[in-house]
């Protein structure tokens, strides 16, 4: 798949990812001076961002990878951060449940969401919209345009540049999708559920053509009740499921009992809510979708 990737223009540097420890949280690309500096709330959107805005700028995430955006308790580092920003960009619909508390004590620091013009889908049993829309790469390309037109407006000087990235990145997300689509298609259509502890996969269901399903709907309202993982059970024993899965960023022990007492396997881990570490093999927003499809085909063929 990588090799098939068509090369960013020439202008743009690939960034180095750096994952940080302690109160650091997360920074992407070096400023040359000009430009933005911007600051968003987890790494997938923080990778999206450094692919439109290359050299030109500084990028850096608030929710360290790892850990879970719906629930996030911000650190005083994390206020110093959107305070030295110029503007700080966030995916919306619910997920960042904590932003009030985090820009409160900021001044006049614009905030953007990327989700505009996403067609969204409702959560089933609570009021709102299921906020992983990225895990449809053709939602990403929605936020790329958002984000792109946004930029431009804040700094003009950087035009030419952040539309060259944002394209070159498109046609890379172009080609993602297309071969997301031909990978699920070439799993059984009787195994292709994706059964996972957080129901986040919808918007790749429905982009891709895969039933979902999960203990919860959302991580904020996780639960894991008896009644809820005997549902799971009975669905996946239903359909005759080969495996399940588990997430990066949410306990396994939930998915563990589920698999020991529907008598499937855990195929692997995949990431909804976080790019992977260094070396994971899933450093970037692309790769980490071709490391889930890759994890889902195996697991459900």
């Given at each position: ?5 068509i090369l960013?223009a020439?202008?743009m540097?690939m960034?180095?990812f750096?994952?940080?420890?302690g ?7 070096e400023?040359?001076?000009?430009g933005l500096?911007?600051?968003t709330s ?9 692919n ?7 990028v850096?995430?608030i ?9 996030y308790?911000?650190?005083p580092s994390?206020f110093q ?5 110029d503007?700080f ?10 932003l009030?508390k985090?820009v ?12 505009e013009?996403?067609t ?7 009021d ?8 449809d790469?053709?939602?990403v390309?929605?936020m ?6 946004d930029?431009?407006e ?5 035009e ?5 990235n ?6 890379e ?11 699920i ?20 269901g429905?982009?891709y053509g895969i039933e ?5 709907e959302?991580n904020?309202?996780e639960?894991?009740?008896p ?6 059970v009975d ?15 949410v ?11 529907a008598?499937?396997?855990i195929?692997?881990?995949v ?6 570490p260094?070396?994971?093999g899933?450093?970037s927003?692309?790769k980490?979708m071709?490391h ?10």
């Amino acid at each position: 798949m990588r090799k098939r990737l068509i090369l960013l223009a020439s202008a743009m540097v690939m960034s180095l990812f750096l994952v940080a420890c302690g109160g650091d949280n997360g920074e992407q690309g070096e400023s040359t001076g000009e430009g933005l500096n911007i600051t968003t709330s987890f790494s997938i959107l923080g990778d999206v961002i450094d692919n439109v805005v290359g050299d030109r700028g500084n990028v850096e995430y608030i929710v360290p990878i790892g850990e879970e955006p719906h629930e996030y308790e911000p650190i005083p580092s994390d206020f110093q951060k959107v305070s030295n920003s110029d503007v700080f960009y966030v995916n919306g619909l619910g997920l960042e449940e904590w932003l009030e508390k985090l820009v409160q004590n900021t001044a006049d620091i614009p905030v953007v969401t990327l989700s505009e013009g996403v067609t969204v889908i409702p959560l089933n049993n609570e009021d709102g919209d299921d906020p992983h829309i990225w895990l449809d790469a053709q939602n990403v390309i929605i936020m790329v345009n958002n984000l792109v037109e946004d930029l431009v407006e804040r700094d003009p000087d950087g035009e030419e540049l952040y539309r060259a990235n944002a394209e070159a990145y498109k046609q890379e997300l172009e080609i993602l999708d297309t071969w997301i689509k031909a990978e699920i298609n070439s799993i059984p259509e009787a195994a292709r559920m994706i059964a996972v502890s957080e129901d986040a996969f919808r918007y790749f269901g429905q982009g891709y053509g895969i039933e979902t399903a999960g203990i919860w709907e959302l991580n904020s309202h996780e639960e894991g009740t008896p009644s809820q993982i005997s549902g799971l059970v009975d669905l996946i024993q239903e359909r005759n499921l080969p495996a399940v899965f588990v997430e990066t960023t949410v306990d396994q022990r939930y998915m563990e009992t589920v698999a020991n007492n529907a008598g499937v396997e855990i195929a692997g881990e995949v990431y909804t809510d976080a790019i992977g570490p260094e070396g994971s093999g899933a450093e970037s927003y692309i790769k980490m979708m071709e490391h889930n499809v890759n994890i889902f085909v195996n697991g459900l063929k």
